[in-house]
């Protein structure tokens, strides 16, 4: 049996289950808490900046002041060899792109739009924007409830700056809001 790969003295790597444009998110095991968690690994160019990680840290501040049933909790921080690492809750389960894909259930499919709708209106209410709300951020657990994931490009509406420089579009575009492309 391997050794197992031991982030921040308290994370045991676990088995990659994604990866995105900002970086890769693994499972892992809180060996202090005992419990399983996701990791996102964020990598960038310019993860060096202490600029960069003076930002992400914000963000991810702002995303784990959201507490609510449908959205996916933030835990931790910390840097691991230069990459900046967030800490969550995992989800198990599948992406709503792919329960869409594989069911034909419309009252299923009106219910987890409720549950989207409710982590959207909250997290409104709360000034934060999510910026790249897609089928495969919003996961589907096990027992059926909604969790928005992936808020990495999240802002509060009052931020005259954020994560990205003026002028860059940020988001998935086909998913994106006509006003913001134009």
């Known amino acids: 049996m391997g050794e197992k790969t031991l982030l921040d003295n308290r994370y045991e790597l676990g088995k990659l289950l994604g990866q995105g444009g900002m970086g890769r ?37 702002t995303c784990a002041a959201l507490e609510h049933r449908n959205i996916v909790q933030v835990f931790d921080t910390f840097n691991h060899e230069g990459l900046f690492c967030v800490v969550m809750e995992l989800v198990e389960g599948l992406s709503l792109s792919q329960v869409f894909s594989s069911s ?26 999510h910026r790249d709300l897609k089928p495969e951020n919003v996961l589907i657990s096990k027992d059926g409830t909604v969790k928005v994931s992936d808020w990495g490009l999240a802002r509060t509406i009052e931020e005259k700056e954020g994560i990205t420089k003026t002028g860059i579009i940020v988001g998935t575009p086909e998913y994106m809001a006509p006003e913001r492309i134009l």
């Open 104 to 129: 034909n259930d419309t009252k299923a499919k009106i219910e987890y739009l409720k549950q989207v709708a409710a982590a959207l209106e909250y997290a409104h209410s709360r000034g934060v924007v």
């Open 25 to 61: 998110v693994y499972s892992a095991f809180d060996r202090e808490l005992e419990r399983s968690v996701a990791i996102k690994m964020v990598q960038n160019e310019s993860r060096e900046s202490a600029d960069f990680t003076k930002r992400l840290t914000k963000e991810a501040k």
